[in-house]
């Protein structure tokens, strides 16, 4: 097969990708391992995390229409209770985690609809579900993939222009012998306050392999899940109490902090404020990431509310799946759904409830809501993968509050969008403890996508030219969208201009108009200064 642009990965950053280059004009072809493109909001089953200001800026205008139609699919389609239609912010879930909280399948839904007018006209192709197995290079330039079928093995060769690496894990960068670092620089080498004095490329956010839950009259207790003596034994050194538990490190804090769960709370989901600025928001895990509160529909609609568990306690930590054998990764992957089985079960059985008993057999597995039949999430919910030895490189020092200050986060001449969130990193394979550390409101920076050498293959999503760190807060959903838009709108502008990107990104007059095309389509590249008038 062959196109203008191939993007590698269905996720946010490939959706975008595809679109921006598409509405360019350019013939695409996207690949995505998993029946459901989406990543994070779909098929990983993670509720977008978005920063305070989302609702009036800070986003692309192409992100506002997928969460303006995630609203209006449920007005058009749900039986909404007259002060949840009435509602302009409408969080059909009425979670504390964003100010958007839905059913995976509409997110899913809205972004086929994004993308039907250019499968219609020919312009782009979805290759589901394939993932890449190998790569041709030409010195400097990537002349194609081979992508091969999941279940049937079936190889197809792709050739393109431009290769856009959206994948989760940076799955090119070692094929194409892309230049690449993995797991947490030294601080001799960032010069960020918050690295280690070594390196440690094995140390990795945890891999979280979530899943959706509701409670309903009846025992609905599944099966003692492997490995669930192990995991029930489990005590990070840093949590202050078994995994299994309530009990965990304050994110923000590492104080020992215990959170409450309670099925079906009785709570007024219009009065709902998720914003960030005042917390987590996982006090109570039940409406932490619930995707629908059953009092924003007619009475009786929703038997139950349904929430998505990525709490605390499912983070992964045994072992890192970058870089390893097929064998071990698939061990790892085995590992972590068999952790969030035991979680599950321990929640059914052995749970405290506030009424002194022990566990809620209510609860229910809703793998109908994550389209699987083993009940869990169809993908891993991958945090951090390789990342391109850059051009510009993206570190802690660059936006950290601690040190910038009143000043801001840096301002790069580069600029190709923007983006907010606190660096929030997880519990890792290393064996560290959260780092949380406030932020200023950030730019992307045109050549964070670059790598140093390859010329036509451009980062697309969290492979970016971030460190650990700061992958803590450039791998969020809006983000990952902008990069991705950015990418694919340039990959298509480049061919337009006879240009490469590295010459977009030197040169004062290229950047420009690349810049102002990014504005024309909805991309902010600078955050508005906010002040009294």
């Known amino acids: 097969m062959r196109a203008d642009i191939l993007v590698v990965g269905g996720g946010l950053g490939g959706v975008a990708a595809a679109l921006g280059a598409c509405r360019a004009g350019k013939s695409v ?29 800070g986003i692309t205008r192409s992100y506002r229409r997928l969460r303006n139609g995630v609203r209006q699919y449920y007005r058009d389609n749900y039986p909404l209770t007259e002060g949840a239609r009435a509602w302009g912010d409408l969080n059909p879930g009425g979670g504390w985690v964003s100010r958007i909280c839905a059913e995976p399948r509409v997110s899913l839904a809205v972004m086929e609809a994004m993308l039907m007018p250019y499968r219609g006209a020919g312009r782009l192709r979805v290759l589901q579900p394939y993932r890449p197995v190998a ?3 030409d010195g400097d330039t990537v002349r194609s993939v081979t992508v091969r079928h999941r279940d049937t093995n079936r190889e197809v060769f792709i050739s393109a222009d431009y290769i856009l690496d959206a994948t989760e894990l940076g799955d090119l960068l070692p094929m194409t012998g892309t230049e690449y670092v993995k797991g947490f620089e030294a601080q001799s080498d960032t010069g960020e306050p918050s690295a280690p004095s070594e390196a440690q490329p094995d140390n990795v956010q945890a891999v979280s392999i979530c ?31 078994p ?15 215990t959170r409450s769960f309670t099925p079906n709370v009785d709570d007024n989901p219009l009065l709902v404020d998720a914003d960030q600025r005042k917390g987590g928001g996982d006090e109570n895990l039940w409406l932490f990431r619930r995707i629908a509160a059953r009092r924003n529909f007619e009475p009786g609609f929703y038997q ?6 990525n709490w605390p306690m499912i983070d992964y930590m045994d072992g890192t799946i970058i870089d390893v054998s097929e064998e071990d990764k698939a061990r790892h992957l085995k590992a972590a759904a ?53 051009v510009t490189r ?6 950290s509050y601690a040190v910038r200050g009143d000043k801001g986060a840096m301002s790069y001449r580069d600029s190709i969008g923007i983006g907010m969130y606190r660096i929030d990193l997880h519990p890792s394979t ?54 991705g838009e950015a990418a694919g709108m340039l990959a298509a502008h480049c061919l337009d201009k006879g240009l490469k990107p590295h010459q977009v990104q030197e040169n004062d007059a290229h950047l420009h108009d690349f810049q102002q095309e990014l504005v024309r389509e909805g991309i902010e590249i600078r955050w508005p200064v906010i002040g009294a008038y």
């Not at 459901?36 to 200001?53: A, F, K, L, M, Y």
């Not at 299994?244 to 902090?257: K, N, Q, V, Y």
Request: charged letters at 20%; one cysteine or more; proline letters at 7%.
């Open 29 to 57: 072809i996207m690949t995505e391992e998993f029946e459901w493109i989406g990543g994070q909001s779909t098929s990983q089953g993670v509720p977008s995390d978005e920063h305070s200001w989302v609702e009036q800026f």
């Open 135 to 137: 790569a041709d290079v």
């Open 211 to 241: 899943f959706a839950v509701d409670c309903v009259d009846g025992d609905q207790t599944i099966d003692k899940p492997d490995n669930y003596d192990y995991w029930r034994k489990y005590q990070p050194h840093f949590w202050g109490g």
């Open 243 to 257: 995994l299994l538990g309530f009990t965990a490190p304050h994110p923000r804090t590492l104080e020992s902090t």
């Open 304 to 309: 139950s509310d349904i929430c998505f568990v």
């Open 338 to 390: 068999d952790l969030s089985y035991s979680v599950f079960y321990w929640l059914q059985t052995e749970a405290p409830r506030i009424d002194g008993g022990q566990g809620y057999r209510g609860l229910r597995l809703r793998g109908d809501i994550t389209g699987t039949e083993h009940g869990l999430a169809m993908a891993p919910y991958i945090r951090e993968g390789r990342r391109i030895k850059p």
């Open 394 to 399: 993206i570190t802690e020092q660059d936006l």
């Open 430 to 483: 290393g064996g560290d403890n959260y780092i949380d550390v406030p932020s200023c409101p950030f730019e992307i920076p045109l050549g964070a996508l670059l790598p140093q050498r390859m010329t036509n293959l451009i980062a697309a999503g969290k492979n970016i030219g971030t460190t650990h760190i700061t992958n803590g807060c450039y791998r969020l959903h809006p983000v990952e969208w902008n990069i």
